[in-house]
């Protein structure tokens, strides 16, 4: 009797070790009695991991977008997931010249179709036209403290209620240095305004040349310019001086 327990013992603990191994991914490797069922396990498992990783960026084809002035972007809801983002998130557009827009899900009926909806606008500051590829990515943000405007179309001296005004307009926009804004003010036509400054300092984008061709696809392709600093693009809020 005493041997059978010392039998039943022994099995009980071979039967332990092998449990263990199945739950510890450490002995997993050492163990060289773990199932293979476990093995392939654990395998499938970490592959679902690295295929669920934010991708760096996406190159995607612009078609025309709403919502003028509000400095948005529309991107397929999964391709905001591979990014890594969320909705209302900020990201960068790399055309002939790279600026910012918050992106948001785009219709039903224009997912699936890797494409991006962008407002004349961000194609202005982003030098892209429709038709063409343009490189997106999540953008390093930071809260604007003070955002420099230069007026560039002719009319009467901006007066302390316009300035107001275009600071209430631009909360929450995403700007660069270097970004073209438009904004009409009480009573006179909208006027235009390039950034030329901001704090924190985000790079100023500079202007690719284009093929001369008439040809929308021979687009020099787009390439991710390397920020001079941590912030690529920053968020005007209800405090930033402008």
Do not use: H
């Amino acid at each position: 009797m005493e041997e059978s327990l010392k039998t039943n013992n022994t099995e009980a603990a071979t039967s332990t070790q092998r449990i263990t191994s199945k739950l510890t991914a450490e002995n997993a490797t050492t163990n060289t009695q773990q199932p293979q069922q476990s093995q392939q396990t654990t395998a499938a498992s970490d592959g679902q991991d690295t295929s669920s990783k934010a991708i760096d960026n996406l190159q995607l084809v612009v078609i025309e977008g709403f919502q003028v002035g509000r400095g948005v972007a529309r991107i397929d809801p999964s391709d905001i997931a591979r990014l890594g983002c969320q909705p209302g998130d900020i990201i960068m557009i790399s055309g002939g010249r790279t600026t910012a827009a918050k992106v948001v899900p785009s219709a039903i009926v224009e997912r699936g179709q890797q494409t991006i909806q962008m407002d004349s606008k961000v194609r202005q500051n982003s030098a892209s036209g429709l038709g063409e590829r343009v490189t997106v990515w999540k953008a390093k943000v930071s809260n604007a403290e003070k955002v420099t405007l230069l007026p560039l179309s002719a009319g009467t001296p901006i007066q302390e209620s316009d300035l107001q005004y275009i600071t209430r307009y631009m909360i929450g926009l995403p700007v660069t240095i270097g970004d073209l804004l438009q904004v009409g003010t009480p009573g006179s036509a909208p006027r235009e305004f390039l950034i030329i400054g901001t704090t924190p300092a985000t790079p100023s984008y500079a202007l690719r040349k284009k093929r001369s061709t008439g040809d929308l696809d021979a687009v020099i392709p787009p390439v991710m310019p390397q920020p001079v600093t941590a912030t690529e693009a920053v968020v005007v809020q209800q405090g930033t001086i402008v």
